[in-house]
């Protein structure tokens, strides 16, 4: 029992959000909730309000009674070490006052206030009767404090707050109420290209400048930047690292979720989780897949490297030295591990000499070791699937005979289609031959490229590349390059034969 006890103790930074229910969820506390998530801090949560709110708008406020808010306040921090409180919609003086006297009364770290007073939408969140307590007594506890271009406005008597320059005057005037830093906001500047926010610490001004994602969901970036900060200051960073760090996260929340749809209003909610997601999203727009990589593609072949007393890392450094442009591990015999410790040091060996490596049939060893993506069969993993599972940016390819396989890779999403076997080989067994026309007639049809497989060599790859439909890209070689005394130099013969073959097709 006492190891128990000893051992497994970890304290967990940790963030008290004290603020309004979204019931839409894309601000107030599910939005300090997911930030703290997403960044690694335990996240408590006392509510002041609830609101009924999508992303058209508000439909209505609740207020919870400030005896309750009081009771929350008292549960959390009598019992669980807070570090950092972050405020949101404090929606009346009372409230204010119970949370100072709370404070004072237990102690944290750091206080970020975030003066939330209007909803972007336009609806009122705290009477401006709050302003006044804000101003003499939570302000002044406060280690930074985050207005908006209007908050800050109401904050210093409604002073029209319009260029940047305007920031600067504003955040130094918002100083001079006490809190330790300001940040001003600068997310409704308008006419701007740049998204720019106003630090300053009392002594010296940060001009935070981050791109302005063109989207829609920006609702809730307010209470996730001062969330983040809350979280980054948790975990210790100083002040300009956690406002930075915390500007940085928004911004790539942002990036990430532009095009996501939810709801039919002007302002949609973002995705703080987008880490987690990334390689899940089938949306996105990066592809990074050249199909001339398939020009010299080789695939490697267990007993081949045994034959010859090879490691696998040792096959792949020569035939990349002799100049393949691609590389996939077929290993039909190894045990998972084993597969797995092999596919990573392979990984370290194309990584840096930019050749795309790839794992036959299998996806969680690709997804495990950091492979570049997968060439499954058509007993293996369908494309679709496959896509799913890697996300928009690993490269998938598939084995084809005919037009119609190649035509269901294209739907599933795939990127090459290999198609053979062109002539016999050792190989495969029992694989059925497509033949040089069998190649032609996918090569026609396909809308993907293709790479040509089975039984090439130095001496029919000619006649291969003969072929000459755009979509052709290379060969797919295993034993002209692995059951070689030398891989290196059978590696460039290919390579030679190759390239005066696409030479000569092209005059
Ligand atoms: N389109 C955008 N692209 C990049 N950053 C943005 C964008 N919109 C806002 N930001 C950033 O998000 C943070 C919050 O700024 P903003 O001025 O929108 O706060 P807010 O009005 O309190 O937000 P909320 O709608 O949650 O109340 C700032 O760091 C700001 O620079
Ligand atoms: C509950 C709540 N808190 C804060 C904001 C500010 O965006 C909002 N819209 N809703
Ligand atoms: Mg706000």
Known sequence: ???????????????????????GAGAGIQADLKACGALGVYCSS?????????????????????????????????????????TGMLPSVDIIKALCDKIKEFHVKALVVDPVMVSTSGDVLAAPAILDVLREELLPMADIVTPNL????????????????????????IHKLGPRNVIVKGGHLSDSSDAVDVFFDGEQFLELHGQRVKTRNTHGTGCTLASSIAAELAKGSSMPQAVKAAKNFVENALRYSKDIAIGAGPQGPFDHFFKLNDHMDNTSEKRRFDPNDLFLYAVTDSRMNKKWGRSITEAVKSVIEGGATMVQLREKE??????????????????????????????????????????????????????????????IGVSCKTPAQAAAAFAGGADYVGCGGVFPTNTKANNVTVGLDGLRTVCMASELPVVAIGGIGAGNASSVMEIATPTLKGVAVVSAVFDQESIVAETRKLKAVLTSAVVNSAV
């Not at 029209?160 to 920031?167: G, I, P, Y």
């Open 334 to 395: 190894a045990e998972t591990r084993e597969f797995v410790e092999a596919a990573r040091a392979c990984v370290e060996i194309c990584r840096p000499r930019g050749v795309p490596l790839l794992i036959n049939d299998r996806v969680d060893v690709a997804l495990a070791c950091g492979a570049d993506g997968v060439h499954v069969g058509q007993s293996d993993m369908p494309a679709h699937l496959a896509r799913s599972l890697l996300g928009p940016a690993k490269i």
């Open 46 to 86: 006392v509510i002041t309000a609830v609101t009924a709110q999508n992303t058209l708008g508000v439909q209505g406020v609740h207020p919870v009674p400030v005896d309750f808010v009081e009771d929350q306040l008292r549960s959390v921090l009598s019992d669980m070490e807070v570090d950092v409180v972050k």
């Open 150 to 173: 209007i908050e800050a406005s109401a904050l210093l008597g409604g002073q029209s707050l319009e260029t940047v320059a305007d920031m600067y005057t504003a955040a130094r005037s």
């Open 1 to 23: 029992m006492e190891q128990v006890e000893g051992a497994g103790k970890r304290k967990a930074p940790h963030v008290l959000t004290v603020a309004g229910s979204d019931s």
